[in-house]
């Protein structure tokens, strides 16, 4: 019998994150519910700190530009802080095979799904992080988001958001924005 990510992948078509489940919810459309205990957000946030560093010594270095490698520090980052507010995260960088683009989180916040789009910049000075999420990116969000919600019952209530990651590279504190109900008019 197949349970956790292995039933989650047959049935939606996407990896399950473990790390993205809370032990008492997970995706309503599941057929069987299966248990993740998980850590505290404080002790998670350790573990992962600590698996990165080991990461740095022992795996090549990343390839990719600076600009991904912030970007993909920024989703992380944004991960916890809306764990912290009582999200749910139920998936990270949600893509479709039936259509371009990809939704950066998705998760529960009380019984709203919410659609997030996360953008990182390193000041606000040129252009706000969340002006960054044009009519294109919008478009985008908005197909792959219809084809997340074709596996969930039609009287879903869902929004989107944005947070803005703001991380000024001389080590101050990280500074968020979230924009709930955001506009995905094109």
């Known amino acids: ?6 039933l989650f992948r047959e049935t939606y078509g996407y990896d399950w994150d473990p790390l993205c489940v809370d032990s008492h919810r997970m995706d309503h459309t599941a057929s069987t519910l299966t248990t993740v205990v998980m850590l505290p957000a404080r002790l998670m946030r350790v573990c992962i700190g600590g698996l990165d560093r080991i990461g740095q010594i022992i795996l090549p270095p990343d390839g990719r530009p600076l600009r991904q490698r912030r970007g993909r520090w920024g989703e992380e980052e944004a991960y916890f802080y809306l764990k912290k507010l009582g999200y749910v995260i139920v998936a990270r960088n949600f893509r479709s ?3 371009r683009g990809e939704i950066d989180l998705i998760g529960w916040e009380q019984d709203v799904l919410c659609f997030v789009e996360v953008k990182t910049r390193t000041s606000q000075d040129v252009k706000t ?3 960054a999420v044009d009519r294109h990116k919008r478009r985008e969000v908005a197909m792959v988001a219809r084809e997340y919600l074709r596996k ?4 879903c209530q869902w929004r989107f958001d944005v947070v803005s990651v703001y991380c000024d590279t ?5 500074q968020f924005e979230l924009f709930r109900n955001a506009s995905l008019a094109a």
């Open 170 to 174: 001389h080590n101050s504190p990280t």
């Open 97 to 99: 095979p039936r259509c």
């Open 129 to 131: 992080a969340e002006a």
């Open 1 to 6: 019998m197949n349970s956790g990510p292995v």
């Open 152 to 155: 969930l019952p039609p009287s």
